[in-house]
């Protein structure tokens, strides 16, 4: 079993859509989550950490569930410029701070 | 800041050379790390350093070897190309504080024929 498992799409949505991405984690004491954003031929950056409350930055919200050790993304009214693959991305609190990278879902916004 | 730079961005090697790939931070972290991508294989950790002075294996080491050359530079060297080293390579680095993750460099596309 992967440590971090992503569907990895693509998911084809129209502008406006609402979409939704899940990730799973294996390591039950990792304690950083993060959602990292990939453009064709770029390197990831980061879009957004995951709390344990949840948190929303403008159309983004990220979620956490320890309990079934799952992180979601929702990104609501989708635009072109969301076209991307997205990094569901852990780090198991290590002495190295190694993260453990998903394989990533590719979103494709169209018009 | 320009954050982290890769050099240089394409390479094309026949098998058996060598060559280094360079990666530099000036955000002044402790921790820099090596990855290297391929299709359906997502971010694979190949070394890493946690200061200046230490370097440690990741996932995939084999064919590679590093330099923590300073605070600020982390050196990949591929001492006898493969084909199966063809692939994106990444440099990040890392210090504890408010966001608490990685930043990547825009990486070295090198093809090994």
């Known amino acids: 079993r992967k440590e971090v498992e992503q569907d990895p799409g693509p998911f084809n949505v129209p502008e406006g859509a609402t979409v939704a991405f899940n990730c799973t984690y294996s390591?039950?004491?990792?304690?950083?989550f993060f959602w990292y954003r990939q453009d064709c031929r770029k390197e990831p950056k980061l879009l957004m950490s995951?709390?344990?409350s949840g948190n929303e930055d403008g159309r983004f919200t990220a979620q956490l569930n320890r309990a079934s050790q799952y992180i979601s993304l929702l990104i609501r009214d989708s635009k072109l410029s969301d076209s991307a693959t997205y990094l569901c991305?852990?780090?198991?609190?290590?002495?190295?701070?190694?993260?453990?990278f998903g394989g990533g879902t590719r979103l494709m916004v169209k018009p | 800041n320009a954050g982290v730079t890769q050099t240089p961005k394409f390479q094309v090697l026949k098998t058996g050379q060598s060559m280094t790939l360079q990666c530099a931070q000036d955000?002044?972290?402790?921790?820099m790390y090596w990855y290297r991508q391929d299709p359906g294989m997502g971010l694979r950790l190949i070394y890493y350093?946690?200061?200046?002075?230490?370097?440690d294996k990741g996932e995939v080491p084999n064919g590679y070897n590093v330099s923590r050359l300073n605070k600020r530079e982390f050196s990949l060297r591929l001492e006898s190309a493969a084909p199966s080293q063809t692939s994106v390579y990444f440099c990040?680095?890392?210090?504890?504080?408010?966001?608490?993750?990685?930043?990547f460099g825009p990486g070295t596309r090198l093809t090994v024929l």
């Open positions: 991305v852990v780090n198991p609190n290590n002495a190295g701070n190694m993260l453990t």
């Open positions: 390591n039950s004491a990792s304690q950083s």
């Open positions: 995951v709390y344990s």
């Open positions: 955000m002044n972290h402790n921790s």
């Open positions: 350093s946690a200061s200046e002075g230490t370097t």
């Open positions: 990040a680095s890392y210090q504890a504080g408010s966001t608490d993750t990685q930043y």
